[in-house]
């Protein structure tokens, strides 16, 4: 009786470290689905962890299905694994609903799946763009994007209407409406403003971007080249408080010139 008594206790010792040490791992699990970092932000920015909010800080991991979410005045942009930047707006909603980036495996195979449900963004591919099997898209209220080797820009341009503006690439437009190719015109002069800080930023530089207007129950606009207004109001939309500042100095210093 004392024996059997001694390894019923042990076994129940043993179910019960096995249960300690089999929690820990599946918490490690799940953090295994990091997608990229908080690369810059402004003002209030939360990251919605499993139904858990915390306020955004610069390094802090992104992984799959965490909601991002600005308020008023704010900005936050993330880098993927693969050095894709996507940069969103002020009371802005975004999603990463899957990812996938193995250029070394035989299947040389990307995913990026975004859901912006609410805000401006732009959206710059990093290496992903390079694999032969590719998949880059975003999804918006109003429109499916698909995206090719590109930079490209989407938010609310009126009450009721959303704008999707090419300045490098192409991307495909479509919703239940219809469907618009956006292709991008050769580079002429900068409108999205240079993004290189101290922090080890890209630069970007491109043209008057071609762009298609979305209205809730009709399909895309023709493509049509947005000219400067529209254009610096959208990039206005996603642009840093630091970088206006910086903007606004550099045009200084080269008016006082000869």
């Known amino acids: 009786m004392q024996c059997q008594r001694t390894l019923t206790r042990l076994t129940l010792f043993g179910a019960a470290l096995l249960f300690v040490l089999v929690l820990p791992q599946t918490g490690r699990a799940q953090s295994t689905d990091r997608v990229g970092v908080v690369e810059r932000l ?46 969103l707006g002020e009371n802005a909603k975004a999603v990463i609903k899957e990812y996938h980036f193995s250029p070394f495996s035989s299947g040389n195979r990307g995913v990026v799946l975004v859901e912006v449900s609410k805000g ?48 490098e690439g192409s991307v495909d437009v479509s919703n239940e409406g219809g469907a618009v190719v956006l292709y991008a015109r050769a580079l002429t002069q900068s409108r999205v403003q240079s993004q290189t800080l101290a922090s080890g930023l890209r630069s970007r530089s491109s043209t008057d971007p071609i762009g298609t207007t979305l209205t809730r129950g009709q399909g895309p606009s023709q493509a049509v080249i947005w000219q400067q207004e529209k254009t610096d109001r959208a990039v206005a939309a996603v642009t840093f408080r630091s970088e206006i500042a910086r903007n606004f100095f550099t045009i200084s210093g080269n008016s006082s010139g000869p």
């Open 120 to 167: 401006a963004f732009l959206f710059t591919t990093g290496r992903i763009s390079q694999l032969a099997d590719k998949r880059i898209e975003v999804k918006t209220a109003l429109a499916n994007l698909m995206a090719k080797g590109t930079e490209f820009w989407g938010g609310p341009t009126g009450e009721d209407t959303e704008g999707v503006a090419v300045f």
């Open 42 to 87: 402004q003002g209030d920015v939360s990251i919605v962890h499993f139904g858990n909010s915390a306020k955004a800080t610069e390094g802090m991991a992104i992984s799959l299905k965490d909601q991002l979410v600005t308020g008023a005045d704010a900005r936050l942009q993330i880098m993927l694994a693969d050095d894709t930047q996507i940069t």
